[in-house]
Nanobody
């Protein structure tokens, strides 16, 4: 399974970006998906997750109400719409896939496959 995240870039505070994650899986609906991020000098942290069917979404407190995760199983794609960005959102964003147990969805260990990351930089 290969994942490729893209769509990052430089944006001003208050702006928006849409990240995409292309996957090589034949049946994406068999995998739970997640987005994580890692800021310079910090550990990688959970951002959002979506269940196999897309019916169960979960967000970290610091993105709730600003970010929206979605998936298109027919296209083997996952997305992260990011609005109202602030400089604290600056990080490399990673998409991940796995046979995720929902109670473990915020843990990196719940995911078996990772993309290479895409840089998001928010200027003040």
């Amino acid at each position: 399974v290969q994942l490729q995240a893209y769509g990052g870039g430089l944006v001003q505070a208050g702006g928006s970006l849409r990240l995409s994650c292309a996957t090589s899986v034949r049946t994406l609906s068999r995998y739970g998906m997640g987005w994580f991020r890692q800021a310079p000098g910090k550990e990688r942290e959970f951002v959002a997750s979506i269940s196999m069917s897309g019916g169960n979404l979960y967000y970290s407190d610091f993105v709730k109400g600003r970010f929206t995760m979605s998936r298109d199983n027919a296209k083997n794609m996952v997305y992260l719409q990011m609005n109202s960005l602030n400089p604290e959102d600056t990080a490399v964003y990673y998409c991940a896939a796995g046979k995720v147990i929902q109670s473990q969805r915020t843990y990196q260990s719940a995911y078996d496959y990772w993309g290479q990351g895409t840089q998001v930089t928010v200027s003040s």
